[in-house]
């Protein structure tokens, strides 16, 4: 599942260039009918017509949206009280760069978020034309559909309809990692930003679940927080792989030959779920392998605050915060919090043997 940050404001920031005032001129619009169209959910569930699968879903939202706001402490403002019936399936198409001989990632910046590695767009065709454009420049690129976005607590963001296709541990997932992004989003940090609030989203599902004492969500968010744990240990032990064999030199069939391995050893992880199937089909390059890591870089770091936390969750988050906020490097306070490298790196290894066993 991807997401995209959208903080635009409806009276434009001015920007550098034609081309990126016109990009935020279109996203700002797009974005403005999407809030235009807005229904209370309360007002929706109302409704004679509505069937129960649906029915089932809103509720779960706002049943989500209250357990962020009281049991995790995270900032909801009126996000997800309301709800807008979009057509098509995937409503923002995310266009990634990063150069071919280097494991990096082409940013830009924008008003409010800073420095951002992806660029969102509401039509699928604009999303291609500027992967193209990038291409034609040099760099790797991937088109990636998103299933929600945030404006991060600016407005009171809805549940788009598309994410009613997803079960119910998904949906609430998505919900509370937006929710995350409305509470603190750090300027310049999307790795950092996107992957704290995977964990939260995955984390607090199962949280909310086992406290709801259903047993079937529980176990169906113990294998998607598992997966991920695997995933992130296993894309930060290729990556290292990867930028060492840039920085020797190497040639493009070389290049594809370690694109291949990776595929191969993702192929060999015990995962329970589908959740990142398209890694080991879909063709690598630099982008998607970035891509995947900006929403799973190092996880078992996050794992191992809550842990130290005794499984607070609400307090693993505000330990987090805390020691984030401001830091050049998010990533490496949070280390300096376990004690170093040493300790982050024993802790991945228990966690992926732990999803590994459980799986089994």
């Not at 700002?28 to 929706?44: F, H």
């Not at 064999?245 to 191969?264: H, K, N, S, V």
């Amino acid at each position: 599942m991807h997401r995209v940050t959208l903080a635009l404001l409806v009276v434009v920031l001015p920007l550098s260039g034609c081309a990126s005032s016109l990009y935020v001129l279109r996203s700002s619009y797009e974005e403005a009918r999407i809030l235009w169209r807005r229904e209370p959910i309360e007002r929706v569930l109302q409704q004679p017509d509505l069937n129960a699968e649906t029915k089932h879903k809103l509720q779960l939202v706002l049943d989500a949206r209250g357990f962020a706001r009281d049991t995790l402490r995270l900032r909801v403002g009126g996000s997800f009280t309301s709800l807008t019936r979009v057509d098509a399936d995937q409503v923002v198409h995310v266009v990634v760069a990063a150069h071919r001989d280097r494991l990096e990632l082409v940013t830009r910046w924008f008003p409010i978020v800073g420095a951002v590695p992806y660029q969102g767009f509401f039509d699928e065709n604009d999303a291609r034309e500027a992967a193209a454009a990038l291409e034609a420049q040099g760099y790797d690129t991937v088109v990636q559909p998103s299933v929600a976005f945030s404006t991060l607590g600016w407005f009171d963001d809805p549940l788009l309809s598309n994410l009613l296709h997803f079960d119910g541990v998904s949906l609430t997932s998505i919900v509370i990692h937006e929710l995350t992004h409305n509470t603190r989003y750090l300027t310049g940090q999307g790795a950092f930003n996107e992957s704290f609030a995977d964990f939260v989203g995955y984390r607090g599902a199962l949280a909310f679940f086992e406290g709801r004492y259903d047993t079937d969500g529980a176990a169906r968010a113990h294998q998607l927080w598992n997966d991920a744990l695997a995933f992130s240990t296993f894309l930060g032990d290729a990556t290292t792989r990867l930028h060492d064999a840039y920085a020797r030199g190497i040639d493009e069939p070389e290049r594809q030959r370690l694109f291949a391995r990776m595929q191969t050893d993702f192929r060999a992880l015990p995962l329970q779920t589908n959740l990142y199937v398209d890694f080991g089909r879909a063709p690598l390059n630099n982008a998607r392998i970035l891509h995947y890591q900006l929403y799973n870089d190092r996880l078992a770091l996050f794992e191992a605050i809550f842990e130290r936390e005794h499984g607070d969750l609400a307090q693993t988050i505000a330990t987090v915060l805390h020691a984030a906020d401001g830091a050049a490097d998010p990533f490496s306070a949070l280390e300096q919090q376990l004690g170093g490298h040493s300790e982050l790196a024993d802790a991945s290894r228990v966690l992926l043997l732990s999803a590994a066993a459980s799986s089994r």
